[in-house]
């Protein structure tokens, strides 16, 4: 099979083609192809991936090809995964930057930094969409680009069910509860429902047995990890559930704009800095055999030691647990999804999808992340509990927001993407948006027809 990676010179890119290593299955993927526009990224990714193969020992290990030619890397892919970043870390940066000197979140996919993101990254996810519909109609789309359920949604008109977007935070959400309850994560059934980055474990049953009530009664247990010291076990029980870790933003709204302003520099700025020291490094001359993998090791060691460090410090958490700093898993979920669908396995995956029927409070077309079902057809959403009225409201708050992004997005329309930044739960001003818009389309070109 051949995988071809859009957004082929990513950070997180190593992370799959381990994974990829480690598949020694019938049917595995033999081929990846990295897509790119920055030639020195996709040549610095390469040494790391020919380093990993040389590590891991592997006599046929996939092969890999890099190019900067959209059609030769789309034609011929059985999948095509797509995790690209428009604007780079450098858009990321200026996205956090303008909503902080506003007094709002600028969170890459929360608040006002996740509708600046998403109006510069749809108007480029759909004509991905368009050129992966005409080269490669058949192939199946895997999207990492964030904001991942909006992304997805937008890719979805042109794709429908061919595109599933993920994600690696109800992953590593799940694992953990399911661990500290005594129990193996891959015999767990996680009752989680939401949008991406806005939703929640509501149960974790084994054998038929709901494990999280126990849990939730255990203060000790619940302030031993991640989540449960972000929110704090006296919230958790209010709400009955373990939230995703980015309601944090919700949650704690006011503590947390507080810290992002408060450091020398938002994490968007932190990781331009830091990913221009790597791919310096492992691109430069001369380098020798395992440098360039040694160099992306140490980067993602510190990238993931320093994650959500704001909101930590907001809620006196304290620094990271080495429990805490596994990756969430999203090159597993991807090569689980993988598996499924091109060898017809059946597995269960919290992903985002096409709702369907399984929301009442949404439409058909949008796309909510959830317990799916996956099989050579595709993934198929499980029918779930209604959602609590204060869960409700924050899901359709969001929704409409998106919708307005895909509608500012396709039209041009300013008044959509002053709507969009208006009606988000985080911003709470009509005239807070429109300078946000302001400062945005100043900053991106891309954006400056919106004025």
């Not at 780079?88 to 890459?108: F, H, K, M, N």
């Not at 331009?272 to 790597?278: E, I, L, S």
Request: some cysteine.
């Amino acid at each position: 099979m051949r995988l071809t990676i859009l957004g082929g010179g990513g950070f997180r890119v190593p992370l799959v083609y381990g994974a990829l290593l480690g598949d020694r299955a019938e049917g595995r993927v033999t081929e990846v192809t990295l897509y790119d526009e920055d030639p020195a990224r996709l040549a610095a990714m390469a040494r790391v991936l020919a380093d990993q193969a040389a590590a891991a020992g592997v006599p046929d290990a996939p092969a890999v090809t890099a190019t900067r030619d959209l059609d030769e890397a789309l034609r011929g892919a059985d999948f095509v995964f797509s995790a690209i970043r428009v604007g780079g870390l450098e858009g990321r940066a200026a996205d956090e930057r303008i909503a902080l000197a506003e007094g709002v979140l600028g969170q890459e996919t929360v608040g006002a930094g996740g509708i600046a993101y998403g109006l510069r990254t749809v108007p480029v996810a759909r004509e991905l969409a368009r050129r992966i519909a005409r080269t490669a109609p058949d192939a199946w789309v895997i999207n990492f680009t964030n904001p991942a359920g909006l992304v997805t949604e937008a890719m979805a008109e042109q794709l429908g069910a061919r595109v599933i977007g993920i994600c690696d935070s109800p992953v590593g959400l799940g694992r953990r509860i399911a661990r500290l309850l005594g129990a193996r994560p891959q015999e767990a059934w996680i009752d989680y429902v939401g949008l991406n980055h806005l939703g929640w474990v509501r149960g974790l049953h084994i054998g038929g047995r709901d494990l999280l009530p126990r849990l939730l009664a255990d203060t000790e247990a619940l302030e031993s990890f991640e989540e449960g010291r972000l929110f704090g076990a006296e919230w958790l029980r209010s709400l009955g559930a373990i939230p995703n870790e980015y309601l944090h933003y919700y949650y704690f709204n006011r503590d947390t704009v507080r810290a992002y302003q408060e450091v020398k520099r938002t994490r968007g700025a932190f990781l331009r800095d830091q990913q221009r020291g790597f791919y310096a490094e492992a691109g430069a001359a001369g380098l020798p055999p395992g440098a360039a993998l040694a160099a992306w090791d140490r980067t993602r060691a510190e990238r993931e030691a320093t994650y959500m460090a704001e909101n930590r410090e907001a809620a006196g958490a304290g620094e990271r647990d080495g429990s805490d700093l596994e990756s969430g898993g999203y090159e597993q979920v991807a090569l689980a999804l993988m598996r499924a669908i091109a060898r017809d396995e059946r597995a269960t995956l919290i992903l985002n999808v096409r709702n369907g029927s399984t929301l009442s409070v949404l439409d058909a077309e949008a796309v909510i992340e959830v317990p799916c079902l996956v099989d050579a057809n595709g993934a198929h959403p499980v029918g779930v509990a209604p959602l609590p009225l204060h869960a409700v409201a924050l899901v359709t708050a969001v929704k409409a927001v998106e919708r307005e992004v895909l509608a500012a997005a396709a039209s041009g329309s300013r008044a959509a993407a002053v709507k969009a930044f208006a009606l988000h739960p985080l911003v709470d001003s009509v005239g807070v948006a429109r300078r946000l818009l302001e400062g945005y389309a100043a900053a991106h070109p891309g954006l400056a027809h919106l004025r």
